[in-house]
């Protein structure tokens, strides 16, 4: 068993271990993930020392909750979920146009009014079948979702949906809340209307990417605002698949992925070591939450995770400005 370092989520008392477990996969996104293959993860994770976990009522409208719920209950952990979809009966024409395999069937609508997360809430304790929730995320809202319509989703969650949320935290029901978003921009928005312990932000700073830097990480010091780093690999373009940002990476992502890889393999340190370990550096970055698709694939992660870089390799980096000259490194 790993004895894993840990950090607050913003101005809270949680404390949440460096490396956490994120369950998207555990509810068939983008993979073909049984009831017991996704059981077998969760174990292996709390065997191995791993507390933290991150589910939501998305991931396989309701599959991920479920199976999380089952193997944490009666154990030791802290656990983030999400509001701004409420689950009805009725299953999707064709899952795959979510990017899900084999979803339980309900269909998702987006509410982040105040009952709609109030709704959200309770509906998740019920399907993950626990009795708190530690942190509360909401969910996918902005742009990069719901592109003209998240003028009025976000309108609701300003009016109404934020009260929803401090009310939960105020009265002790849960103890953070945050977004888990995959874009700056709504999070910059978010921060206008109320504090946020943290954000889960997937995808928009890791070893590919580090565009937080120049605003929303400052601004979120000065709020005492954490980050969640979900998306380590960004997708899994950094694990050598070509999959950024949930489609087919582009030309000029992959160029320099090439690019980093290259370094890399000078310095022989395996490329998702490298985009594991690297926001942690920043110490604004409470978690970094990879998704695993077996029990063989959280292991090697937990392998990239202690492997030992050289401090020449992330000097490299920065020298051929493949980072943000800005971006802790140590």
Known sequence: MVKFSKRYVGKSKVKIDVLGLGCAPLGGNFVDLNYNQASEIIRFALNSGIK?????????????????????????????????????PGAVDVPSDYG???????????????????????????????????ILLVHDIGK???????????????????KAMDELKNNGVIKAIGLGVNENQVCLDALEIGYWDVFLLAGRYTLLEQTPLDTLFPRCINAGTSIICGGPFNSGVLVGREMWNYS??????????????????????????????????NKIISS?????RSKIEFQQIMEWFNFEIPQDFWHELRSKRLIHPDAPIC
């Not at 899900?100 to 509906?123: A, N, Q």
């Not at 000078?266 to 690297?278: E, R, W």
């Not at 970094?288 to 695993?292: D, Q, T």
């Open 144 to 162: 990069f979702q719901h592109g003209d319509e998240n003028e009025r989703h976000f309108k609701d969650l300003s009016n109404s949906g934020f």
């Open 288 to 292: 970094v939450i990879p998704g695993a």
């Open 248 to 281: 087919k990476a582009p030309k000029e992502i992959l160029n320099k992925v090439r690019l980093l890889s290259k370094v890399a393999d000078k310095y022989n340190v395996p490329l998702p070591a490298a985009s594991l370990q690297f926001p942690l550096f």
């Open 52 to 88: 933290y976990f991150d589910t939501a009522p998305w991931y396989g409208f309701g599959r991920s909750e479920r199976v999380v719920g089952d193997q944490l209950r009666g154990n030791n952990f802290i656990i983030s979920s999400k509001v701004g979809r409420i689950l009805k």
């Open 100 to 134: 899900m395999v084999d979803p339980l069937p309900f269909h998702p609508v987006y509410d982040y009014s105040y009952d709609g997360i109030m709704r959200s809430f309770e509906d998740g304790l019920q399907r993950l079948g626990l009795d708190y929730i530690d």
